[in-house]
């Protein structure tokens, strides 16, 4: 396909591609923080706060920007815990991400999580490792049945 801007012509491939996702499990204490997503994948379901990664950003940035932008909430000691492959075919939009799975914590453990993107997110709240709400974001979710823990010394 050609694409007509600014009097050039440029060529756009519009084959879907894989896209790379960063999300946070953002710990305190004995829980971690979820919000149920508003979007056309996974709506409905309770997952990590996390995004996009933007062109030329660190794992890191990304992940403290996509807290900071989704919850309002400053995090430290970021560092990268694991990668999945998940690839959303039955979704209202079919989609691929290879999720980039952060851990982090708060900045100021007195901190309350905001919601300023309601559009996307029904609101944040803190849930035990062991009394995790239904249903979950299915990566998250297939995390969880494997066995995975997030907390450190685990
Ligand atoms: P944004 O960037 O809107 O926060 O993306 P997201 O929360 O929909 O995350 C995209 C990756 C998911 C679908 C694994
Ligand atoms: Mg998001």
Redesign the pocket.
């Known amino acids: 396909m050609e694409n007509e801007r600014e009097g050039v012509t440029v060529a756009v491939d519009v084959r879907p591609v894989p ?1 790379v ?1 960063v ?1 946070v499990f953002l710990l305190r204490s004995q829980k971690l923080l979820l919000g149920k ?1 508003r ?1 056309a ?2 709506d409905s379901t309770f ?1 990590l706060p ?3 990664l933007e062109f030329g950003e660190s794992f890191e940035d990304c992940a403290a920007r ?1 807290v900071k ?2 919850t309002g909430l400053d995090v430290n000691k970021i560092e990268f815990l694991t990668v999945t492959n ?1 690839v ?1 075919l039955d979704e209202p939009k079919p ?1 691929h ?1 290879v ?1 980039i799975f952060m851990r982090a914590f708060l900045r100021d453990p007195q901190q309350v999580p905001q919601n300023p993107e309601p559009n ?1 997110c029904d609101g944040w709240a803190w849930y035990e490792w062991d009394n995790l709400p239904k249903p979950l ?1 299915w ?1 998250l979710e297939k995390m969880v049945l494997s066995g995975f823990n997030p907390f450190p010394g685990v």
């Open positions: 896209r996702a999300v997503r979007s994948v996974g997952a996390g995004g996009h996509e932008e989704e998940n959303f989609s991400y999720t996307k974001f990566p």
